[in-house]
T-cell receptor, first 110, second 114 residues
Framework: TQLLEQSPQFLSIQEGENLTVYCNSS?????LQWYRQEPGEGPVLLVT?????EVKKLKRLTFQFGDARKDSSLHITAAQPGDTGLYLC??????????FGTGTSLTVIP | GAGVSQSPRYKVAKRGQDVALRCDPI?????LFWYQQALGQGPEFLTY????????KSGLPSDRFFAERPEGSVSTLKIQRTQQEDSAVYLC????????????FGQGTRLTVV
């Protein structure tokens, strides 16, 4: 059982298109992280958001933390084939553990 | 070391066999986590250590799963009497401190139970 639900589960788009991935929970988190994972590798941290309502930009990626710190979104502008991978959100609980979302598998077609 | 190292990378076990998976975290990292990941899914939390203390083992699926970190560095995840549903990638992560510090993951151990 995972505390965070991501949508969509699968996404296949053409190069140059925009997309948004959502991460939702009924739980409040002290922070939320986004990771990208490639086949055969461990997840790699993209960003950490801490404050409710916070927006962070990382080149073509924009991350937003919900006001109530229960949800988050990742928006990618002008997707490129190199963006292909499994995107994971992870919420930090009260005991230093962090729990991953269900994952969004993104494929960007050249 | 430079990163989190896990061994073996791949393990094939016959059903009923015991296995031991090793994690070498980044030197000096206080926190260590184990996760289980099914193909295409998000990792599921298994257990968490702060130094040698196992502070949370609520994610271990059964009493066949056991983890230890006796000296606060290397950790071993042991699975006894493996079953087919144990087949998954087992990921280890470490972080320098506690809250809101970056976690670094190993490449994982892919366990296949036949």
């Amino acid at each position: 059982t995972q505390l965070l639900e991501q949508s969509p589960q699968f996404l296949s788009i053409q190069e140059g298109e925009n997309l948004t991935v959502y991460c939702n929970s009924s739980s409040v988190f002290s922070s939320l992280q986004w990771y990208r994972q490639e086949p055969g590798e461990g997840p790699v941290l993209l960003v950490t958001v801490v404050t409710g309502g916070e927006v962070k930009k990382l080149k073509r990626l924009t991350f937003q933390f919900g006001d109530a710190r229960k949800d988050s979104s990742l928006h990618i502008t002008a997707a490129q084939p190199g963006d292909t991978g499994l995107y994971l959100c992870a919420g930090e609980g009260t005991g230093n553990q962090f729990y991953f979302g269900t994952g969004t598998s993104l494929t960007v077609i050249p | 070391g430079a990163g989190v190292s896990q061994s073996p990378r791949y393990k094939v076990a016959k059903r009923g066999q015991d296995v031991a998976l090793r994690c070498d975290p980044i030197s000096g990292h206080v926190s260590l986590f184990w996760y289980q990941q099914a193909l295409g899914q998000g990792p599921e939390f298994l257990t968490y250590f702060q130094n040698e203390a196992q502070l949370d083992k609520s994610g271990l699926p059964s009493d066949r799963f056991f983890a230890e970190r006796p000296e606060g560095s290397v950790s071993t995840l042991k699975i006894q009497r493996t079953q087919q549903e144990d087949s998954a990638v087992y990921l280890c992560a470490s972080r320098r401190g506690t809250e809101n510090t970056e976690a670094f993951f190993g490449q994982g151990t892919r366990l296949t139970v036949v």
